[in-house]
């Protein structure tokens, strides 16, 4: 038999540690205070955001809902690490990355009511509308990275999705192509430890989810995911060896789903107290703060500001998703094709 | 006797047969601890479990092709996807593996197994989780399609699903699921799977649906007021179809409208037209009308009451058949 080490240990990457201390200098990325401000200050607009559409969604004015929080920093992180021009393919819950990238929290909160008209603009902001079919929308972006590619654009196309994900073929057969055509596309698993009621021990026997990489012949980095530094670094070094011709990368980042799954969901079911608590410690918006303070760009006056600036931000978003006049029945015979066929016209006539 | 909805005659009629066959075992994501996103398997992990009710990895694909591999090798899997949008992978495997195994092994191997599937739209649900795809499985050949419209059917249903011993896709009316109560009995019993059930006799035109459009078209006759004579037909199973039950309705009344959640164009109420049309056309007194869905991707929940066909729709199609 041959001896073959089978065994891949990745090393978490890790720049700001729970207790808000730099514990790794030479990877702290360049930095200037503002840069750092507007992280903490998305960070929490994501927050207050998600606060706010659980409230939303308890008084049954949004439907289920899947809320973000403990995991700003692997949003916010990675969303700012992306240039204007790359490609942004997401899951449900990134709703922060969202927000970073300019998309309009009222329409986020119409999407969430079930009304299709939040998903407009998108080619404004180059995302891909939600996709809930779990992992359905990896091999997408890879097909947007190959076409960069050959029409010779700098874009990379940035995809996220779940631990739970990564058990559906369409995770294995995106990253196996990536990998096969080099093309330039970031994958950032938000290994949030649960898959519903699922834990992330029982959706894979590997070790980690980033060793996948290794099978694929692709880069693999597992961060941090509630250290928003770490997460920064790690996928805009990602998103700059993909643009520049290297190939993609795989990301973990290792983090937590605070809240239940969806607004439909009771963790106490299935996950213990205890854990929670233990995450809570980690929390990724403290932790900045903690470094914030530390060197002197964090005070309580700053502080107020910046939740009172989100509490005021995602009230006129709300005012506004409010205020928003019903979809017209009719929209339903919109945009299915691009011309409409006779049956189709005929229905619509009947509707009217 | 017991007055209970679909959930929990779904979720006994699953408790017994897996008391009283130790093959049967549910596979799904989260029907364990979790008891399923319906809770519809609420109970079962505790009191058979790991090895009897298991959570899966997340892939649909990999629960319907292990299952098929299980069933072959003497198991009774009985599977479940959390919504209907989530199905569409599993036809590859449904289409050419479960739906001819029977076939391609000369009939050496056959595959017992229960796929079931929280059906249609109604309860303001998020985008893929409110699809009626049953065209999609009735036209796959080797596959029994089942769909159950109340708690006593499905409870009957399902023990004979489970019992069949060909590949059975079981459509459970979600927005029926808390919705009506019914006497179920506590013993158990099985529904052939090839009856249609007359569940109100007339003579003057046959109403034909199917699931969740049974109760919206029972509501709507109501508002009729007894205005006409109609007869109404539960299909219960879609394939094998009880042509009898519909050929001899139709012929009686002469006059027919079926209804159907899914979009129009190649939907299963097309089927049930040619039916009537082969074996009643000289009966009929009008042409049959369908009132379906239309041709568009189901809508988000805002729009969604609009697709979905309603009282209105289903008496005015009631009205242009009977003023033929
Ligand atoms: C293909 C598919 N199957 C099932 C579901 C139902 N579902 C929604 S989210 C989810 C768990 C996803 O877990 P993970 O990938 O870890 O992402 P997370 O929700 O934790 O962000 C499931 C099973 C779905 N949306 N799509
Ligand atoms: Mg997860």
Known sequence: MPKNDIRINFELFQI???????????????????????MYELMVLARVFDDTALKLQREGRLLTYASLQGQEASQIGSAIALQKEDWFVPSYRENGVFIARGHPMDMLYQYWAGDERGMDKLDSINGLPVAIP????????????????????????????????????????????????????????????WAI????????????????????????????????????????????????????????????????????????????????????????????????????????????????????????????????EPPSPLDMFKDVYGKLPPEIEEQRKDFE | MTRMNLVQA????????????????????????????????????????????????????????????????????????????????????????????????????????????????????????????????THIPGIKVVAPSGPYNAKGLLVSSIRDPDPVVFLEPKRVYRAIKEEVPEEEYEIPLNKAEVVQEGSDITVIAWGAMQKIVREAIEQLNGKYSIEIIDLLTLY??????????????????????????????????????????????APVQRV???????????LENYYIPDATRINKAIETVMSF
């Not at chain 1, 990896?138 to 990564?166: C, E, M, Q």
Request: aromatic share 8%.
């Open chain 1, 197 to 324: 009621s699922v834990s992330r021990k029982k959706q894979t026997a590997s070790e980690t989810i980033v060793q996948k990489a290794i099978a694929y012949g692709i880069e693999g980095v597992l961060v941090d995911g509630n250290d928003v530094f770490a997460v920064f670094k790690v996928v805009r070094d990602a998103v700059e060896r993909a643009r520049s011709g290297k190939g993609p990368t795989l990301i973990e980042c290792y983090t937590y789903r605070m809240q239940n799954h969806t607004t439909a969901d009771d963790w106490k079911k299935y996950r213990s107290e205890e854990e929670v608590e233990r995450w809570k410690q980690k929390d990724p918006i403290e932790r900045l703060k903690k470094y914030m303070e530390s060197e002197g760009i964090w005070d309580e006056n700053y502080e107020k500001m910046v939740w009172d600036d989100a509490r005021t931000q995602v009230s006129e978003a709300t005012r506004k998703f409010e205020s928003v």
């Open chain 1, 134 to 193: 779990v992992g359905s929308q990896i091999p997408h972006a890879v097909g947007i990275a190959w076409a960069n590619k050959l029409l010779g654009k700098r874009s990379v196309a940035a995809v996220y999705f779940g631990d739970g994900a990564t058990s559906k073929g369409d995770f294995h057969e995106g990253v196996n192509f990536a990998g096969v055509f080099q093309v330039p596309c970031v994958f950032i698993c938000q290994n949030n430890q």
């Open chain 2, 240 to 285: 094998p179809l009880d042509r009898n039950t519909v050929i001899d309705s139709v012929k009686k009344t002469g006059r027919c409208v079926v209804v159907q959640e899914a979009p129009r164009t190649c939907g299963y109420g097309a089927e049930l037209i040619a039916t009537i049309n082969e074996k009643a056309l000289l009966s009929l007194e």
């Open chain 2, 10 to 137: 779904i979720n006994l009629a699953l408790k017994q047969e897996m008391e009283r066959d130790s093959t049967v075992v549910l596979m799904g994501e989260d029907v364990g601890k979790d008891g399923g996103v319906f809770r519809v398997t609420e109970g079962l992990w505790q009191q058979f479990g790991d090895s009897r009710v298991i959570d899966t990895p997340l892939a649909e694909v990999g629960i319907i092709s292990v299952a098929i591999g299980m069933a072959i090798a003497g198991m009774k899997p009985v599977t479940e996807v959390q919504f209907d949008g989530f199905s569409l992978p599993m036809l590859d495997q449904l289409y050419n593996h479960a739906g001819r195994m029977r076939k391609r092994s000369q009939g050496k191997y056959h595959v017992p197994l229960v796929l079931r599937i929280p059906h249609g739209g109604g309860i303001r649900a998020l985008e893929h989780h409110s699809e009626s795809l049953e065209t999609f499985f």
């Open chain 1, 16 to 38: 700001l540690n729970e207790d808000g201390r730099i514990v790794n200098t030479r990877d702290m990325p360049q930095l200037k205070n503002d840069d750092i401000k507007r």
């Open chain 2, 292 to 302: 379906t869905g239309y041709d568009v991707p189901m809508p988000l929940p805002k």
